[in-house]
């Protein structure tokens, strides 16, 4: 359904997007990670037809955006990061004149009240919009990608700045959309890719560093487990028999002491789970843990880790090379 082809972007000497294809298959919801300043933003902006490439192509249902924009971008549902809304208008007013925008041929009020359904906004249809909550704008905001009934949607951060409640409301509402519509989602936050996408897509740098099934992704976050564990109990002989506990690769004491514990974190080989180990060993001494739970990697910490193995694979394959010229 989209497919973008070493597509670049250059501004002077600088590389905002560097040699990047990926695609996205028709009912597949992608999500585009990457820290700030990777080049998510340019990419989606040139894919939704508001920037064009220095080279490379991009295409939406086979349509070509840069030769054909008008037809391809019939086909895109954008929610920018920051949503287009006039908030000196009605709701109701605003999905009319986003309506007209479109040059929408649906039925308009069938289509409109499909529209605020689906974006649970039918409640709010008569109010100003800048009186609304943030939530709601972000609601507003999806359903004017909506109209018109585009069949890719493509949402740049769309819960920034919302709070925990709004943002599982905004998930379940992206989710429910990628029953019938090929989403791509980009965020810088790795849990709600892992709660939303079925596929991952990591660029750093302009590069393209990742493109993995979701649970490829969360298996490296799961493999590489951290630990935070509170121990009641003498703190050097503790963190001493932490240490020595078969799977921990490292154990550190951190924080304060709280009664007569103390809290550490705890590092395991990849794969191994030692939280039953851990019971053992310190049970043994009579120090009850009572405290236990997994911290979760950073996104941080995941492109570190697949940077690192792109950086090794590629030089595997530079010796690979400079072996076989040494053979020939
Ligand atoms: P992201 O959305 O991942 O945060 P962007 O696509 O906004 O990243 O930016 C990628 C890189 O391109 C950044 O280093 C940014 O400074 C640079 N960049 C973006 N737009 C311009 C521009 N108009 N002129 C020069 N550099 C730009």
Not at 107 to 127: P, Y
Request: aromatic letters at 6%.
């Amino acid at each position: 359904m989209i497919e973008i082809s070493h597509l670049v972007k250059r501004y002077g000497a600088k590389f905002a997007v560097d040699d990047i294809s990926f695609s996205v298959g028709k009912g597949e919801i992608v999500g585009f990670l990457g820290p700030n300043g990777a080049g998510k933003s340019t990419t989606m902006n040139i894919l939704t037809g508001y920037l064009s490439s220095t080279s490379g192509t991009a295409t939406v249902g086979g349509i070509d955006i840069l030769e054909n924009p008008y037809e391809a971008k019939k086909l895109i549902g954008f929610l920018p990061e920051q949503p287009p809304l006039y908030v000196d208008m009605k709701v109701d007013e605003y999905l009319n004149f986003i309506y007209e925008l479109k040059k929408c041929k649906l039925n308009r009020e069938k289509h409109l009240a499909e529209v605020c359904e689906v974006t649970k906004i039918s409640d709010v249809r008569g109010r100003m919009i800048k009186n609304l909550s943030k939530g709601y704008k972000q609601r507003v905001g999806i359903a004017q990608a909506l109209i018109g009934n585009p069949k890719v949607l493509i949402f740049d951060e769309p819960t920034v700045g919302l709070d925990p409640k709004q943002i599982i409301e905004i998930r379940n509402l992206i989710r429910n959309l990628g029953t019938d519509h090929t989403i791509i989602l980009s965020t810088h936050i790795l849990p709600e890719v892992q709660a939303v996408c079925d596929r991952i897509v990591i660029i750093n740098q302009g590069r393209l560093i990742a493109d993995e099934k979701t649970e490829n992704i969360t298996r490296v976050v799961e493999e590489n487990r951290l630990y935070s564990v509170k121990v009641c109990g003498p703190q050097r002989e503790v963190l001493s028999v932490l240490s020595k506990v078969p799977g921990v690769v490292r154990a550190d004491a951190v924080g304060e002491r709280e009664l007569d514990s103390f809290t550490y974190h705890i590092e395991s080989e990849p794969g191994v789970d030692v939280r039953k180990p851990l019971f053992f060993a310190l049970s043994e001494h009579n120090w009850p843990i009572i405290g236990l739970e997994a911290v979760g990697m950073s996104l941080e910490d995941v492109f570190m880790k697949l940077m690192d193995a792109d950086a090794k694979k590629k030089q595997r394959a530079s010796q690979n090379r400079a072996g076989a010229r040494d053979n020939r």
